[in-house]
């Protein structure tokens, strides 16, 4: 159990989930993959069952499932194929002796089904599941379980359904009894009696399915690394910017999948404060502060690209007071904007962002500050 | 550790992380306590994880809040330096309205960033991983996953599992996906349920059809318990019955609070914590015990008949369905507000009588 097995493939991308009998493996020369095949030490004590050499079988068969994924070689495979099959008779076995037919009709169709589907179906790794077993059916006040059924997931007709009569509910207490193992939290005696089989074979699905979660994980890693990196580096956008970008890309976000940020960001009456430079004004106004709004824009967050159509206002004594032009958003920081007004006295500007480039920054913004107090 | 694993997520508002499994423990405590369950203590019987969103919307509320009174700073300065006074107080005011510190707008507006805005996106995917990295921690110890949602984590709740779980999930692709014939869910609570009014917002799977539910071979989750409270207002409009598969309905009619929406008042009734305890569990009352637990439970109600109380509220209830996206928000919170204007006169009133 403590083994650590741990094997270092090069020249393999992405194996995790390459079925078992598969000979086809998606490869990446650039890359290595590391798997650990090991359960960690506190494994079996989450796993209390009485049947404690089939949980043994499960582990051993489990550590090789978890190699064999790696198709090192077909006969490594078929070596797995053939201990799978052992360990799924054993366990079948132990299931109709917990589950009898005598009690529950017809439940060994049921062990029967399982079984063809772990040693029948080897390429998918859906099929490495397990028998499920749950209550349903709860009914009244105060609630009261009614039925208890088996399945498995992967086949909706496999399901058996069992009222739960006191015949029953005596027969489960009783394996839980002989079982001698502390009362489980959670479950009912059929629950806690079905529970001693699962976590006894539990093993053998346990290092694969981590794989297949964990695998899971990480694209889901990936898509909050983009979000983050979004938040962190895309343009500050209004409600009412987010709102326009959600609904342009309401099918990216309305998909019956996970999503990554918009790839771009738009603008929708964007409100500016600007430093703007009015070459024909009078001497000391040239440079002055101005309000501005960007009626629609656009912006490449990724590149740190964008362009957008402002206005800006301020009253003015020999100018227009309103100028219309546009404005180009550079590294999602910075934006400069040329601005036309009707009687040719035009502008340039920036915001105070930009003011950065030219000199301190507070120094600037203090300097405009006092100029208009 | 062979707990069952509870994954909690709340509801619209701001929360400090841990408040929500502080509540809900609470709320199932007290109903234990109720129903003569000596020395019950729900943490020592089941593992709880929580989502916490609201984090989150707190800092982008805020954000924009900054945005918005950096915009109006400016405006003050420039006040009679090419601004008028009026156009100056009018753009203020607009601004700093984004501030409003008041518990109704606080809920307004996690409703419009989550249902309209792609930061919704963005608590799904931190969502997801959290299912996830839950999903990880059960398999270690052949554990059950149950999760229980209030309110707007409702919506969270079921959307995130309509784009995380599917039939026939493409591992291979970069696409996360759960494939609901190896994973599924124990059982999903919805309690306020919210869903359907934020699919008018967002769009993205009815939840009257989609594949959160417990239908066998078509559903993510094996149980699906819907509760409501009928005099919680955020429940009546776009309500959620979908009655298929493995579904139940608990409609509870106690009051003892004004605040019906509330999560621990949910917990603590008789109906929704002895449904819980016996799925969860697997705790069977005896008739004893429950009718012990509903006289304890009534003796802290407000003294008033269900029958009246529905005809107090019944004009706020039964407005018409709409379709119409702001209309339906108008009509939650205007209904929420007038609710709890009349419900704070109610108790009152059977205070003083």
């Known amino acids: 159990m403590d083994n650590k097995l741990t094997l270092i493939i090069s020249a393999i991308a992405f194996l995790s989930f390459t079925p078992l009998s598969n000979a086809e493996v998606e490869t990446d020369e650039n890359k290595s993959v590391t798997i650990d095949c090991n359960y960690g030490e506190d494994y079996l004590k989450n796993l209390p069952t009485n049947l404690v050499e089939l949980q043994q079988k499960a582990v051993k068969v489990g550590q090789k499932i978890c190699l064999s994924s790696l198709m090192i070689s077909p006969s490594e495979s078929i070596s797995v194929s053939a201990e799978l099959i052992y360990l799924a008779k054993v366990a079948r076995k132990e299931f109709d002796k917990l589950f009898p037919d005598a009690i529950f009709q017809d439940i060994s169709k049921l062990s029967e089904s399982w079984f063809h589907q772990i040693t029948n179906k080897k390429n998918d790794y859906r099929n490495f599941a397990l028998i499920e077993a749950t209550k349903t059916k709860i009914e009244g006040m105060p609630p009261r379980a009614k039925e208890f059924e088996f399945e498995l997931y992967s086949d909706t007709n496999s399901i058996k359904k069992y009222t739960l009569t006191e015949k029953r509910k005596d027969h489960c207490r009783m394996i839980i009894e002989n079982a001698s193992i502390p009362p489980l939290s959670g479950g009912q005696d059929c629950e806690n009696a079905f529970g001693l089989w699962g976590k006894a074979v539990s093993p053998f699905q346990y290092l694969y399915t981590n794989r297949v979660l964990e695998e899971n994980g990480k694209k889901i890693t990936k898509l909050q690394g983009q979000w983050k990196t979004f938040i962190k580096d895309s343009r500050y956008q209004t409600p009412l910017d987010v709102w326009a970008t959600t609904a342009w890309y309401s099918d990216q976000f309305k998909s019956h999948h996970l999503t990554g940020p918009p790839p771009t960001q738009l603008f929708l009456f964007h409100p500016v404060v600007v430093y703007e430079h009015l070459p024909d004004a009078d001497k000391g106004s040239k440079e002055d502060v101005s309000i501005g709004i960007e009626w629609v824009g656009v912006n490449w967050w990724r590149s740190g690209f964008g362009l957008s159509v402002t206005s800006v206002y301020k009253d003015r004594k020999n100018q227009p007071s309103v100028g219309t032009g546009a404005t180009f958003h550079i590294k999602n920081k910075y934006s400069i904007g040329y601005i036309y007004r009707d009687d040719g006295d035009n502008s340039i500007f920036f915001n105070i962002d930009l003011l950065e480039w030219f000199g301190d920054k507070d120094d600037k913004y203090n300097k405009y500050k006092v100029s208009i107090e | ?353």
């Not at chain 2, 094996?222 to 409270?229: A, F």
Request: proline share 2%; glycine share 6%.
């Open chain 2, 1 to 353: 550790m062979s707990k069952p694993i509870v994954l909690v997520i709340h509801g619209m508002g701001s929360h400090e992380p841990g408040d929500l499994k502080k509540q809900i423990s609470e709320g199932l405590n007290e109903a234990a306590q109720n129903f003569g369950l000596n020395d019950f203590d729900i943490n020592e019987k089941v593992e709880f994880f929580q989502f916490n969103y609201s984090t989150y919307l707190d800092e982008i509320r805020q954000r924009d809040a900054n945005h918005a009174s950096s915009i109006a700073e400016h405006l003050k300065l420039l006040q009679g330096h090419g601004l008028g006074e009026n156009i100056v107080t009018k753009l203020t005011k607009f601004f700093a309205d984004f501030d409003e510190d008041d518990m109704l707008y606080t809920h307004w507006m996690d409703v419009v960033y989550y249902g309209l805005m792609f930061w919704g996106e963005k608590i799904r995917v931190d969502f997801a991983k959290k299912i996830n990295d839950v999903m990880i921690e059960a398999n270690k110890g052949h554990r059950d996953v149950h999760i229980i949602a209030h309110s707007l984590g409702t919506a969270v709740a079921h959307d995130t599992l309509a784009k995380l779980f599917r039939k026939d999930a493409d591992i291979i692709s970069e696409v996360p996906g759960l494939d609901i014939a190896k994973f599924k869910i124990k059982s999903l609570w919805t309690v306020a349920n919210v869903s359907r009014l934020l699919n008018l917002l967002n769009d993205i799977a009815d939840p009257n059809k989609s594949i959160v539910n417990a239908i066998d071979g078509d559903g993510c989750s094996k149980y699906l318990v819907n509760v409501r409270n009928i005099f919680d207002p955020f429940t009546w409009v776009k309500q959620y019955n979908r009655d298929e598969g493995k579904y139940q309905l608990l409609e509870v009619d106690t009051v003892r609070h004004w605040n019906t929406h509330d999560i621990k008042e949910y917990m603590a009734t008789p109906q929704v914590s002895s449904y819980i305890f016996a799925y969860i569990l697997g705790i069977e009352l005896s008739d004893s015990q429950w009718n012990a637990g509903i006289t304890k439970h009534a003796e802290t109600s407000i003294n008033k008949p269900v029958e009246e109380l529905k005809v107090a509220f019944e004009d706020l209830q039964n407005k018409p369905d709409t379709v119409d996206k702001i209309e339906a928000l108008e009509q939650m919170f205007t209904s929420a507000k007038e609710f709890k204007q009349r419900m704070e006169e109610i108790i009152e009133e059977t205070d003083n009588g």
